[in-house]
């Protein structure tokens, strides 16, 4: 079985980010003592301290950050901050700490670190789910690191991000997308002047075109890619890593593929050596899974009910760890976004309240054309059926409301009918028509149908939606509230939205 690695590949990228973001600091003279103090500092928690000491960690970032002589300094203390907090897998804390860091590269104008910090974002949401809203913010990186003026450093960002869209395309199973954006990163990868990152780079790649491989249930080509994978990582220098135990499982779930067991068995025992002796669930989980899979084709059955166990209970506490962790993650942001709700915003809602009411006027007063107004709607309900529209004019309503379909568009809380029509670029009356004898709905049940059939489709092909709180599901579906969309789920799917869930979880 493919094995998504929960806790690992995310950590790649951090790595990644954590590299260059050691080493940005040489824009600055090196013959500053207080800058080689502040450098000396970062590096020795970041590298020492951030793992086996977080509380420490953390009381030295904020040192740092009250420290800090210059917005550059400050951006890479609450990176540091947002770095300590992933780690503890407070991932709520780190995105909002990223969020941040993220402002000030902006007010540095530092596209380098937006770009950078945008990754971070990204990987943060997809690991606990959040795949939509992590590829906004992979997309929003791409496109600010157009304004880098250091061409190299673009390249090798654009690489970092081909990287984290193959991760994506592994978790929705879309593995020749992913072999592209493997391919992608290489050709970036292999440019890389520090021979020994060259390989850490280049290793952890062919492991994810030998995962994307198995996936595509061809193990004689995952096998080519996890012995580069294994060759290369040793070149780093990383052959006890958790990066090299991720790849050491890998060659030893191909192998067993291939019924080469004596083998698998030399691989297998290196993973499971680094995975018991760390403290890595998520690698425990899957090579757990893989040592009971090799003991059962050996027909030993003390040893695989041994690792069967031991993988079963891995499994629970890493779901119910992945659960408490998207809930927390949810609500920090919620606490968030609430807290962040300042007068300058306010005052943005205001100006878009007064352009909006403008708007209506104006809308309503074009309506009069027509001779029909929003309160006029449902008694006109019953004279739609006589309109007689030409096929021309409603299959181009037809097409344009498959367009925002297609859009989703409708998951967005301030859609209206007002705003549907100036978007079909039609009248009341066409909508309500075409609505009428194609959907069999009116507006109201035609948009709720669609928000519902979306989450629904979330819920049967992302797993991590069985963890959501009822009220992320109504938040994402475009509804106003938890009553409401639990009301328009029941209504449609004869369920409620928990005893769907329960079903799906089977």
């Known amino acids: 079985m493919l094995q998504k ?54 009381h030295l970032a904020d040192s740092l950050y009250t420290y800090s002589a210059n ?74 690191s157009s304004k880098i003026s250091d061409k190299d450093e673009v390249t090798k960002y654009k690489a970092m ?66 012995s580069k994978a294994n060759i290369d990582i040793n070149k780093a220098e990383a052959g006890n890593t958790l990066w090299a135990a991720l790849i050491y499982q890998g060659y030893s779930a191909a192998l067993l593929k291939t019924k080469k067991l004596d083998s698998a068995k030399i691989y297998l025992k290196k993973a499971l050596s680094i995975a018991e002796n760390g403290n890595h669930s998520s690698l ?33 506490e890493n779901n119910t760890k992945r659960k408490a962790m998207v809930n927390d993650a949810y609500q920090t942001l919620q606490e968030y976004t609430k807290s962040e709700f300042s007068k300058d915003t306010i005052y943005k809602i ?60 409708f998951l967005d809380k301030n859609i209206s009918m007002s705003v549907l029509i100036g978007r079909l670029h039609t009248n009341t009356k066409y909508l309500r028509y075409i609505l009428k004898k194609y959907k069999d709905k009116d507006y109201n049940n035609y948009i709720n149908e669609l928000r519902i059939n979306y989450i629904v489709e979330k819920l049967k092909t992302n797993p991590a939606y069985l963890n959501y709180k009822i009220s992320y599901l109504a938040d994402e579906s475009g509804f106003s509230s938890h009553s409401k969309f639990s009301a328009e789920f029941k209504k449609i799917t004869n369920f409620t939205p928990s005893d769907y869930i329960e079903v799906l979880k089977g």
């Open 161 to 226: 991000a081909d990287q984290e869209l193959a991760e994506y395309a592994l978790d929705e199973k879309d593995f020749e997308r992913a072999i592209e954006h493997i391919r992608l990163a290489m050709l970036s990868y292999e440019q890389e002047g520090n021979e020994s990152f060259r390989h850490f780079l280049i290793g952890n790649s062919e492991e994810m075109l030998g995962r994307a491989y198995l996936g595509l249930n061809n193990p004689s080509r995952a096998l080519q890619h996890f």
């Open 71 to 144: 917005g550059k300094q400050k951006l890479r203390s609450v990176m540091l901050k947002a770095d300590i907090l992933e780690k503890q897998e407070k991932r709520g804390e780190a995105i909002k700490q990223a969020i941040k860091a993220l402002q000030i590269a902006k007010d540095e104008d530092d596209y380098v670190f937006q770009a950078r910090i945008y990754g971070f974002l990204s990987t943060q949401y997809r690991t606990v789910g959040f795949l939509d809203k992590g590829k906004e913010s992979i997309r929003n990186g791409v496109a600010i």
């Open 5 to 58: 690695p929960f806790n690992l590949c995310y950590e790649r990228w951090i790595f990644l980010f954590f590299y260059f973001l050691l080493f940005s600091s040489n824009i600055v003279s090196q013959n500053d003592i207080a800058v080689k103090a502040f450098d000396s500092v970062f590096y020795h928690v970041a590298v020492n301290v951030s793992s086996s000491n977080p509380i420490k960690a953390m």
């Open 284 to 316: 425990k989980q899957r090579v757990y899974e893989t040592t009971s899979d090799y003991y059962k084709q050996l027909n030993i059955l003390d040893s695989f009910s041994k690792y069967d166990s031991k993988y079963n209970a891995i499994t629970k």
């Open 350 to 409: 205001l100006a878009l309240v007064i352009i909006c009411f403008i708007g209506l006027v104006l809308y309503f007063k074009r309506k009069n054309l027509f001779g029909t107004t929003e309160d006029g709607i449902d008694g006109i309900e019953d004279k739609t059926n006589d309109l007689n529209l030409s096929p021309k004019t409603e299959n181009e309503i037809l097409d344009k409301l498959g367009e925002f379909e297609a859009s989703n568009d």
